[in-house]
């Protein structure tokens, strides 16, 4: 009986250190992180709200999001704000200002990832962020 017990507890115990080897590897199953560029001209209004909406989106979801706002010479408080999240989330929100190269070119950092380009100032390209899908 004692024989029986310890074989149940074993298997059990095998089957725990299993799962938890499994989960530790690299090709668990786990989607790869997306990244949102966010393309701004004086959306000092609403810059706040999209980058809290794609972090709490990342957490429902439980899928990794990295965010880079490129901002368009705005006039206004956006680059203020955007510093404050990169500040608030460094992992997670990055901002650089526009050079006179092309999105093209500043795209090609991340042509091995899923990326997704928002101009914010147009509407139809709002629906790439999930709230609008």
Avoid: C
């Avoid at 009986?1 to 725990?16: P, R």
């Amino acid at each position: 009986m004692i024989f029986g017990l310890l074989s149940i507890f074993g298997v059990y115990g095998l089957a725990i250190l299993w799962v938890h080897w499994r989960r530790s590897r690299p090709d668990w199953n786990r989607p790869k992180p997306i990244r949102y560029v966010l393309v701004t001209r004086n959306n000092g209004m609403h810059i706040e709200w999209y980058l809290r909406l794609l972090l709490f989106f990342s957490k429902v979801k439980a899928r990794a999001v990295h965010i880079v706002v490129l901002d368009e010479r705005s006039e206004d408080e956006t680059l203020v704000i955007a510093a404050r999240f990169a500040a608030l989330a460094p992992d997670h929100i990055e901002f650089t200002e526009w050079q006179d190269t092309s999105i093209d070119s500043m795209l090609s950092r991340y042509e091995n990832e899923e990326v997704v380009l928002v101009r914010l100032s147009n509407s139809k390209e709002l629906q790439h962020i999930p709230l609008f899908q």
